[in-house]
């Protein structure tokens, strides 16, 4: 049995009179690449905000290996190991992809990096550290060719890639992934199940995946839990989930086993 690397209990979240997370239970199990789906506005954004202390839940708690979350803040969390994209894009557009790596991981280090104003001895043994390790997760996510390009000069699905090498530089227990296939074509969106295996393969990084794209869910995880109304309704494996009228209801209809996207 792997152990747990994350879990939840009774998360509860409201606003105004919305119920965005109401008595939520999951775990993530090392090494594995666990699944969250569930409709628009079923809750999971929510779940990463929660997660990354964005927000307080009203209700519940948050353990990462065993230690509770709670009273820790974002950047806390993220040097315990919690790391993340976002839905919608967010890189420094004026920095280069190598640079967008490098500040991530600007707390690993004595010195500030791309800000460091007396370059002494030990700055640059950061500097050079931090360069090895870009390097690695550039290779990693296929952008080495692309180093010294602004961000803003890369492709979308290039844009989604680099974001989750931003998230992987704190190097993170469990890595957080908002709906990653957004807006890639084919192609991209196979490559990206490739680089999410590699990340859990080389790493030994647990992914926690929030996507629409069913057939990437399907593909990549072990384990899938289902939100609709703030409320798990399902999990299982992926048979089971496909199968599950409740499941298939929540998604309005069967289109679970078509393209829903
Ligand atoms: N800061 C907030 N203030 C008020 N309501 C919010 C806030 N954040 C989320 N909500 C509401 O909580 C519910 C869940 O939103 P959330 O973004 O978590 O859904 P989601 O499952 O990620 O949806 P999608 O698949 O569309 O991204 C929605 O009704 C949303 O409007
Ligand atoms: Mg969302």
């Keep these: 049995m792997r152990p747990v690397v994350l ?3 009774d998360l509860t979240i409201h606003f105004g009179g919305i119920h965005a997370l109401e008595g939520s239970s999951f775990y993530v199990k090392e090494g594995q690449i ?37 009273r820790k803040k974002t950047y806390q969390r993220c040097r315990m190991g919690v790391a993340r994209t976002f839905q919608n894009i967010r890189l420094f557009k004026d920095l280069t992809v190598a640079d967008n ?3 991530a991981m600007s707390h690993q280090f004595k ?20 360069a090895e390790r870009a390097d690695q997760l550039l290779e990693l996510t296929g952008l080495s060719g ?18 989750i090498a931003r998230a992987l530089a704190s190097q993170p227990k469990i890595l957080l992934l908002d709906e990653p296939a957004a807006g ?15 990340i859990r393969d080389k790493l030994s990084v647990s992914v926690l995946l929030i996507e629409h794209d069913m057939n990437v869910v399907m593909d990549l995880c072990e384990y899938i839990f289902v939100l609709d109304y703030g ?3 399902s999990r299982g494996t992926s048979d089971k989930i496909q199968n599950d009228p409740k499941v ?5 209809g069967g289109e679970l086993n078509g393209d829903y996207a």
């Design 248 to 252: 298939i209801e929540a998604y309005l």
């Design 34 to 70: 666990t699944g969250l789906i569930g409709p628009n506005g079923a809750g999971k954004t929510t779940v990463f905000n929660l997660l990354t202390g964005v927000y307080t839940p009203d209700r519940g708690d948050i353990y990462l290996e065993n230690k509770s979350l709670l």
């Design 184 to 198: 890639m074509n084919p192609a991209e969106t196979e490559d990206l199940k490739d680089m999410i295996r590699m």
């Design 101 to 103: 790596i490098k500040a």
């Design 231 to 233: 409320r798990i309704i």
């Design 111 to 130: 010195y500030p990096l791309l800000s460091g104003i007396i370059r002494g001895r030990g700055y640059r043994r950061d500097e050079r550290t931090a």
């Design 146 to 163: 692309s180093a010294e390009l602004m961000a803003s000069q890369l492709p979308y699905g290039q844009q989604r890639k680099l974001e």
């Design 7 to 9: 879990h939840v209990e």
